[in-house]
T-cell receptor, first 114, second 122 residues
Framework: DQQVKQNSPSLSVQEGRISILNCDYTNSMFDYFLWYKKYPAEGPTFLISISSIKDKNEDGRFTVFLNKSAKHLSLHIVPSQPGDSAVYFCAASASETSYDKVIFGPGTSLSVIP | NAGVMQNPRHLVRRRGQEARLRCSPMKGHSHVYWYRQLPEEGLKFMVY????????ESGMPKERFSAEFPKEGPSILRIQQVVRGDSAAYFC????????????????????FGAGTRLSVL
């Protein structure tokens, strides 16, 4: 039972254009969401997060949008750069737990074409 | 401040041998998580530990797998009698202690990941 879904295994975008990575979740108790980025042969690194009390969080070229009613979030990267080519993992957790267990989606591999 | 350190980076074992994966969390972090990434798949939660305690091992296979985080030293993920299906990348992450935010729940912490150990079982 996959609680966090990323239905696009891969995405190709031209440099300078917008990249939109999507994520859906099924557990209504999730109220904190994160995006991690992973390069080959490295561990995931934290990118951006959003709490359910917000519907948008922005950090430079990265913006995450949250639609609680649809149980959907998306990561926008604009403008996309070749260095953004990586696997992006969506993750979710619930504040009812005192520890930081997160559930990861399967990831979307982004390729930014120069 | 050194990041999360995992060693070895690569580990080759023959079927039936034991694999020991080590993880030293970031300084000041008392929470350790282990994840497994099978080829072409995402990160699967295995176990969450605090110093000397296993808090959640719901993602750990019932047999052959064990984890510990002693008072002194790194966290160890041990796989006994390895089989080919154990071949994967194993990632460790750490985070600082959680902070309760009154009736609003717990302030969530970011997990910082190590570079992983790639286990190959021949």
């Amino acid at each position: 039972d996959q609680q966090v879904k990323q239905n696009s295994p891969s995405l190709s975008v031209q440099e300078g254009r917008i990249s939109i990575l999507n994520c859906d979740y099924t557990n209504s108790m999730f109220d904190y969401f994160l995006w991690y980025k992973k390069y080959p042969a490295e561990g995931p690194t934290f990118l951006i997060s959003i709490s359910s009390i917000k519907d948008k969080n922005e950090d430079g070229r990265f913006t995450v949008f949250l639609n609680k009613s649809a149980k959907h979030l998306s990561l926008h990267i604009v403008p996309s750069q070749p260095g953004d080519s990586a696997v992006y993992f969506c993750a979710a957790s619930a504040s009812e737990t005192s520890y930081d267990k997160v559930i990861f989606g399967p990831g979307t591999s982004l390729s930014v074409i120069p | 401040n050194a990041g999360v350190m995992q060693n070895p980076r690569h580990l080759v074992r023959r079927r039936g041998q034991e694999a020991r994966l080590r993880c030293s969390p970031m300084k000041g972090h008392s929470h350790v998580y282990w994840y497994r990434q099978l080829p072409e798949e995402g990160l699967k939660f295995m176990v969450y530990l605090q110093k000397e305690n296993i808090i959640d091992e719901s993602g750990m296979p019932k047999e052959r797998f064990s984890a510990e985080f002693p008072k002194e030293g790194p966290s160890i993920l041990r796989i006994q009698q390895v089989v080919r299906g154990d071949s994967a990348a194993y990632f460790c992450a750490s985070s600082p202690p959680s902070v309760e935010q009154g009736s609003s729940g717990w302030i969530k912490n970011i997990q910082y990941f190590g570079a992983g150990t790639r286990l190959s079982v021949l």
